[in-house]
């Protein structure tokens, strides 16, 4: 038999289901927006390597550059001190050649250094900025986190709370019942029990067979709306309220699937004369 109580506790249960529901959604909400954060972070951090990685390249570059342009000054002026030894013309020319060749290749590296410079120097100021941008990311998301980490534990607390409350209030429930009850709020917007007026289901609105509604009112055992899921209890109609409730209809859910069985014969009917009387 179904008592008043156990009705008061399904409306109680009810809202702490709901209550539990919700907060176990935000707790899976919450690290996402962390995810988010932390894959842009991520991206930063490729960033950074790549440039650094690149500035590391265009260093060796400019040593090699370096290098080479030492040893062209080198040449040059070896050559340049042997001009006063020469004896003819074409050892010379031949020297001469040298260190114009010297001379040019300088020039070229003085060039390349000075844009491998740039190049280092733009860098440089980049990788500074995205380091200085990484340090202030991961210490907003060390901040996030343990508020997060803090907000998660709250919530947890209260889901813990509330369980605590559930647990008495189906102490004396059919544990089948309470497992679909559950399962219906989280289906129906958190709405698991409702009335029926008359032989109307308040949730879906639908119309409920006389013998069903009986059944309701009766509260031998919980009964599930047909339609909706819902766990039904009977309310009296409210004065001036449409009352569907008919004395007449003693049929039951099956009879309600052959009423709309002969409506669609019926609309099949009608579909055909019109089809007939457009022919003609």
Known sequence: MVTESDLDKLRSLQEIIYEKIGLEKGIREIPKLLGTQ?????????TFKKKYKDYENIKAEEN????????????????????DSIATQREYEALDKEIKD??????????????????????????????SLIE??????????????????????????LKKKESKLTENLDTEVVFKFERIIKNKMGIGIV???????????????VQFANEVRIREEFVFC?????????EESAEGEEDYFNTEDTGALS?????????????????EIVNIDSEE
């Not at 090699?64 to 001009?83: C, G």
């Not at 047909?226 to 009977?234: E, G, M």
């Open 38 to 46: 932390e894959e842009m972070l991520s991206r930063l951090k490729e």
């Open 64 to 83: 090699d550059l370096k290098n080479r342009l030492f040893e062209a000054e080198s040449s040059r002026e070896k050559s340049e001190k042997n001009m």
């Open 102 to 131: 010297a001379f040019e290749k300088e020039q070229q590296y003085r060039k390349d250094l000075q844009h491998k410079e740039r190049l280092l120097s733009e860098l440089d100021e980049q990788i500074k900025q995205q380091a």
């Open 136 to 161: 202030s990311q991961e210490k907003d998301m060390e901040d996030r986190r343990k508020k997060i980490e803090a907000e998660i534990s709250d919530k947890q607390k209260q889901i813990d709370n």
């Open 195 to 209: 009335a029926i007026k008359g032989n109307v289901c308040m949730g879906c609105h639908m119309i409920l067979p």
């Open 226 to 234: 047909p339609y909706c899921s819902r766990i039904l209890f009977y």
């Open 255 to 271: 009879d309600l699937d052959e009423m709309e069985d002969e409506e669609y014969e019926d609309d099949d009917e009608e579909e």
